[in-house]
């Protein structure tokens, strides 16, 4: 079945730092990627996607590239703000399931 | 912008109690779902629903029932609430990817964070 695992939390950084969350998943067929955010209180919301090989998503200045023969999909920023902190969901839709796989979240703190 | 309205953000029930929590899409979404959060366990996944009537189990469907009358609410039903059911709780609906491929977003609510005393 579908899988995706991500570093586990949290990763603490100070501001302007550089980020790397780590994403890979296993998968049948050509799965669709995505991340997304939940900062506190809320519920999540789509960061970026990208839906084959060598496509990059981009948003806020983050950053992922699909790469399908390491079956990775890593969040990067090169400089990152207090209000980055949040909780970072890995997700993959693969075929005709509706069902999306998400990993298990990293948790992000920036202090200033 | 596609909004997603859970009716209530925080409830207080106790033991044995019946739940209702209700989430309401504006997007004309086909599918909908409902998960709950907790901490170290990410995401799991409760029911899930791609048309009016229809439903599927998730992972962890025990405890809990859901209900699609319209195509814009879906409810989720805890019949006896248990303390092990304090979480919180997310709803999320997407449109169906059309011919099965292409990306297929999810928006979620706010999330409803339930306690049972």
């Known amino acids: 079945g579908n899988s995706v695992t991500q570093m586990e939390g949290p990763v603490t950084l100070s501001e302007e730092a550089f980020l790397t969350i780590n994403c890979t998943y296993t998968?049948?067929?050509?799965?669709?990627l995505f991340w997304y955010v939940q900062y506190p209180g809320e519920g999540l919301q789509l960061l970026l996607k990208a839906t084959k090989a060598d496509d990059k998503g981009s948003n806020k200045g983050f950053e992922a590239t699909y790469r399908k023969e390491t079956t990775s999909f890593h969040l990067e920023k090169g400089s990152v703000q207090v209000s980055d902190s949040a909780v970072y969901f890995c997700a993959l839709r693969s075929g005709g399931s509706y069902i999306p796989t998400f990993g298990r979240g990293t948790s992000l703190i920036v202090h200033p | 912008d596609v909004k997603v309205t859970q009716s209530s953000r925080y409830l207080v029930k106790r033991t044995g109690e019946k739940v209702f929590l209700e989430c309401v899409q504006d997007?004309?979404?086909?599918?909908m779902f409902w998960y709950r959060q907790d901490p170290g366990l990410g995401l799991r996944l409760i029911y899930f629903?791609?048309?009016?009537?229809?439903?599927e189990k998730g992972d962890i469907p025990e405890g809990y029932s859901v209900s699609r009358e319209k195509k814009e609410r879906f409810s989720l039903i805890l019949e006896s609430a248990s303390t092990n059911q304090t979480s919180m709780y997310l709803c999320a609906s997407s449109f169906q990817a059309r011919g099965g491929t292409g990306a297929n977003v999810l928006t979620f609510g706010a999330g409803s964070r339930l306690t049972v005393l």
């Open positions: 998968a049948t067929g050509y799965p669709s």
């Open positions: 629903s791609y048309d009016v009537k229809m439903k």
């Open positions: 997007m004309d979404h086909e599918n």
